[in-house]
């Protein structure tokens, strides 16, 4: 299958795995910084951006955790540093729970699979027939417009500081074959009416690398106590909390996003790779 991803930089290889509804170019304003020390690769998760639909499901575990490995070997990268956002940190800790082996620094931020609480909105938005709908409406004169109105205000706590790229990205997207039906399809395999369906707190203790959880104090998506509740059950974890700031940190504050996470990957740096 087609997988679209954006590759910058030499060293040390830099995993970033997008949220729901993005695509790799959602990581564009910190890739240049990271880039500096990192060969930093950004995917496209299947049926997202350019990459081609899934081949099985999209659920994190069974489906989309092997497809990150099936990609790594592909590239024949080995042991890497992996930063997941949303629904794309519940895949990377996924994959670090199957194979913790390949990962050498995991870094989840605003990242699901850590408590049951989520939007209403996005939980409705699973409903039979209300995500079909919802995406028919997106496509009617004008709907983009809304839909991209409406997740700009539940992503960002200062709307302000959305880049206008932001908008030009998410119209794009929108309007792309199959985008919106692959993010519907990952949203029913994360989430129900009630809340996240695969809650992984549990299993926190088992993750012995090296684990940095990133999240926006105003991240009106997942609230910021699941950052808390994970970094308690992290036997190497530790908590960056951005105060002022919604759920997606690294394109609302790419500049402290992009700091802090050199830092931590240069204090984490094995200086044998």
């Avoid at 020390?37 to 997202?48: I, Q």
């Avoid at 092997?66 to 890497?80: I, N, R, S, W, Y």
């Avoid at 994959?95 to 989840?108: C, E, H, Q, S």
């Avoid at 990242?111 to 039979?128: F, Q």
């Amino acid at each position: 299958m087609s997988i679209q991803y954006l590759e910058a930089g030499t060293g040390p290889a830099l995993l970033l795995v997008h949220g729901h509804e993005q695509s790799a170019t959602s990581w564009r304003w910190v890739i240049p910084a990271l880039a500096r020390t990192h060969r930093v690769l950004a995917l496209s998760l299947p049926g997202h951006g350019d990459s081609a639909p899934a081949v099985g499901g999209y659920a994190p575990g069974a489906d989309l955790a092997p497809f990150l490995a099936e990609f790594l070997d592909t590239l024949a990268v080995g042991p890497l540093d992996v930063v997941g956002h949303s629904a794309g940190g519940a895949v990377a800790l996924r994959l670090a729970l199957a194979n913790p082996a390949r990962v050498r620094t995991l870094a989840l931020v605003d990242s699901a699979g850590l408590g049951r609480d989520v939007n209403p909105l996005l939980a409705l938005d699973t409903l039979p027939f209300l995500g079909e709908l919802a995406i028919l409406l997106s496509r009617v004169p004008g709907g983009h417009v809304g839909r991209t109105g409406m997740s700009a205000a539940m992503l960002f706590a200062q709307p302000w500081r959305v880049p206008a790229e932001f908008f030009t990205e998410q119209h794009a997207l929108g309007r792309r074959p199959g985008q919106l039906e692959a993010s519907t399809a990952m949203a029913r395999a994360l989430f129900d009416a009630t809340g996240q369906r695969g809650v992984l707190l549990g299993q926190l203790h088992t993750v012995t690398m090296p684990t940095l959880v990133v999240w926006g104090g105003c991240d009106y998506v997942l609230p910021a106590y699941q950052a808390h509740a994970a970094v308690e059950r992290l036997p190497r974890g530790r908590l960056s909390l951005f105060p002022d700031c919604g759920h997606l940190p690294h394109v609302e504050c790419p500049d402290r996003f992009a700091t802090v996470l050199r830092d931590w990957l240069t204090e984490h740096h094995d200086p044998a790779i």
